[in-house]
């Protein structure tokens, strides 16, 4: 019989993300904690990508909202929170950090499109700002200071996705590139939907770029000094976030017809050097 812990490890584990690599290297309990709420990520994250029907996906994370609220009134049925409960007290992770991961995959049914950095940045507060600072809860995080540290890095994760999945995301008809810098570099949406290369759109996607490094500085500028061991698998993603928006950038911007990626080895090094020699 599947155990709960079985069954968010197996969901962890394939997604190939590279949070994954991050959890390799954390010691018994916290890799429980951090296993346990990004399969918690994905499930509810799933329901927006595999949606074939809106009124489908929307009831499907009503229920969520819903088993949320059993799970914290000490009844959980899903195997993920399950697994997730017993650490919630311990790593401080609360119903609202849950709910607005949620509320973050409502607004993916009800959004297709961004007006300005501004809503964007609030979809990216929800999504992953909000996941930065529980995981960071999780890593050992004493100091408030990283909180502000983790929803930055956050960002900066959530702007790299979005560079790397243009092209799959207007296949879905979502375009996350704000509409007004859109209309600043003169690219028009249907350019973009139907995977139209030109030096406006490349000029469009390395402001884009440039403005996710300056929040990967500015994230790592924030970290405080106490807390850096403790928050090495952060760093370990923003290794491999980091490479890999380099790599998009060598090629490019090329993010129209394929999708951008690492190799599991790279990935798997580039934490193990993070985790062994500390530096990216």
Known sequence: MTTPQDYVQQKAAASGSSFYYAFLFLPPPRRAAITAFYAFCREVDDVVDEMRDPGVAATKLAWWQTEVGRAYAGQPTHPVMQALMPW???????????????????????????????QLERYCHLVAGVVGEV???????????????????GLAFQLTNIIRDVGEDARRDRIYLPVNE?????????????????????????FQAERAH???DEALALLPAADRRAQKPGLM?????????????????????????LTPLRKFWLAWKMQALGRF
């Open 88 to 118: 919630t007290g311990e790593f401080g992770i609360e119903a609202r950090h849950l709910l607005a991961v949620i509320e973050g995959c409502q607004m993916d049914l009800a959004q297709t499109r961004y007006l300005d950095f501004a």
């Open 135 to 153: 995981s960071a809860r999780i890593f050992g995080q004493t100091a408030p200071q990283t909180t502000a540290y983790a929803h930055t890095l």
């Open 182 to 206: 859109l209309q600043r570099f003169d690219v028009k949406a249907h350019e973009v939907l139907k995977g139209v290369y030109s030096d406006r759109f490349t000029a469009l996607m390395r």
């Open 214 to 216: 300056r929040l990967y």
């Open 237 to 261: 993603m923003a290794s491999i976030y980091r490479t890999l928006l380099r790599e998009i950038e060598a090629e490019h911007f090329q993010v129209l017809h394929q999708r951008i990626a």
